[in-house]
């Protein structure tokens, strides 16, 4: 009686561990999700739109506005706001206008505003608003728009702009990433998934598994945000959002794929998943490492916009692969075939095996056995194709666009300022800021004063009425009645901040030039040892995009180095990683070279941040490898057995159609970007999600196998498998 009992406790342990461990691994997930899913509306208490603070702390401009606080004694951030008129503004309205300015004191967040100033032509009032940097600025802005346009005599526009304005717009931009993103991005996926499977509970476990993967990863990122371990912006958010999702769908369909493949010779569904997951294991882990060794290659970018994206993108990948590696596992374990349903696996190991493991009809099939035929052909047209593509990329200008136009659609903030360009100086209220030895204070103005692109010329000092007094020729100028004293500039450390008001936008290619042309005067031997520094809104447009070329420049050779070394150590060959690598970077090139022409000929975008290429580099490079991957591992696989020419036949019918439908994912998810108006986002949208079904559809589906099967076994030079074989 007793033996029986012995047999069956171990049948008993482990049937105990199949319930017991996938239960363990859902609930972990579940309350991980459950503290993260929160947060979705919380993003923003952590992050800043700020444009200096991602700067390099070693910059000009990122040590001027560290100084400005100390200089101005707060650091609030100025709005400016401009009334316009189509005819010469009253008495009566400039009164009602200046009113409603002092009103806007009463806001919270709002600091001492500056009278209302008219212009020359009669036809318009500019006033300064200090919003502090405490408040949400978006909802200030807000409120100040509301009470002025309440207030506005009737046939007067009013618009609020300057730094605070556009910070503003860009927060307004960024509001959908919680909800519009999220929710057209899951659907979208959603479908698909429907599409692919023909099945409604396995689309809802793989976006299960998606969501966890963000609620996780986002949980880590805001606290590691919140103690002032990483920075965050909309930009980093909408971007960790839209990769975990793709990410972490593309190794839940190469699992489920495994797990179908399975059970068709499997009864058990444990054995059916543990072959899954050992099938599955090797190219998701080298996947997503790939991916994540090339986000962390922007750890080397000065700045920290870049710097900041490696780690929170390599976050979400990592949580990413390993939800697709545990909790879809258990997920799959519960439900079995009935995950399929209605096309569930059949059990039918005799016509696998009559099949030889692969399919034999199909697109996939059919495209396989063309390789096989006109392999050569079809290399060299396709080759031709995509060099033709990149041709666009002389087109491309991505030098840098003004801040006006970083948000799509409408923009208060951009149409006030062309408002405030008509009737005043083109750069008021977003001067160019240069510090310089209290000493230096005349040759400093001096150099402003005989800059074309300067209309006039302040310093900052606290005991004047207005925080300043100007500067001319004769020096520092009394303020208020004459006969008055010249107020004394404040110092700090030795130091003097001068204002030069630019006659172009802040944002133009003009003002930029005349940031460029200060800093060179700045430069004369008469100036070494007073540590002159150029600051303000324009020079932090001018150190942002040259940190940016730098990063560029520094960053796409050490991420082709890095994926190139692990490919190396994966497939064990040196021949197969330059292969993927240099197809790899011509689909890069095709398509940006056809984003160019899109961007140009279709959307007449004003140009794009030298980060565009950069993140599209990252991007696409490193989540093609991603395809190549999948391809080339399991063709590697098949090789071993029937070598390497009828493994490319093998391999490409076996992986086509999850590796199409994994792009069709990534594709789409990063095209769900679009959505929101930020131009940056909208480039970025079009150019991975292009890239991808480039990839996906050209480059990994005829490109690399009709190369790899011409090549024959010498892609695995020099390992074992590059010789004593067909």
Known sequence: MTAPQHVARPHRTRRTLRILLPALIIVGWLIAASLGGPLFGKVDEV?????????????????????????????????IVVAVADTKLTDAQTTTLADAVKALTGIAGVGEVSPALPSDDGKAVQAFVPIHSDADLGEVVSEVRTSLDKAAPDGVRVYVTGPAGFSADLVAGFAGI?????????????????????????????????????????????WLAKWGVLLLSGQTQGILFILVIGAATDYALLFVSRFREALRVEQDRAKAVLTAWKGAFEPILASGGTVIAGLLCLLLSDLKSNSALGPVAAIGIAFAMLSALTLLPALLMAFGRAAFWPRRPIYAPEVVAAEGGMPTTGVWARLAELIRRRSRVIWIATTVVLAIGTVGVLQLDASGVPQSDLVLGSSQARDGQKALGDHFPGGSGSPVQVVVAKGSLQKGADVLLA???????????????????????????????????????????????????????????????????????????????????????????????????HDRALIIPVILVVIMLILMMLLRAIVAPVLLIVTTVLSFGTAMGVSALVFNGIFHFPGADPAVPLYGFVFLVALGIDYNIFLMTRVREESRLHGTREGVRRGLAITGGVITSAGLVLATTFAALAVIPILFLAQLAFIVAFGVLLDTFVVRSLLVPALVHDLGRTVWWPSKLSRGER
Not at 67 to 77: C, K, M, V, Y
Not at 454 to 479: E, R
Not at 481 to 496: L, Y
Not at 512 to 535: C, H, M, N, S, Y
């Open 451 to 549: 800059d074309k692109g300067i209309d006039g010329v302040t310093v900052t000092a606290k005991d004047s009425p207005s925080g300043s007094a100007p500067v001319t020729k004769d020096g520092v100028q009394p303020v208020g009645r004459p006969g008055t004293p010249a107020p004394d500039p404040t110092v700090v450390d030795g130091d003097v901040m001068l204002q030069g008001t630019l006659t172009a936008a802040a944002d133009s290619t003009a003002a930029e030039d005349t940031v460029r042309r200060i800093r060179t005067a700045l430069e004369d031997p008469a100036f070494q040892g007073t540590g002159a520094v150029v600051g303000g809104v324009t020079a932090t447009a001018v150190d942002t995009n040259d940190a940016s070329l």
């Open 178 to 222: 919680d909800g519009i993103l999220l929710g057209v991005a899951l659907a979208a996926v959603f479908v698909i998934l429907v599409l692919v499977y023909r099945s409604l509970l396995l689309p809802i476990v793989v976006l299960a598994t998606s969501l966890f993967a963000l609620c996780t990863a986002l949980l880590l990122v805001w």
């Open 47 to 79: 992050s800043s739109n700020d444009r200096t603070a991602y700067l390099p702390s070693s910059s000009d401009s990122a040590r001027v506005q560290a100084l400005q606080t100390r200089f101005a004694g707060s650091d609030e951030i100025p709005a």
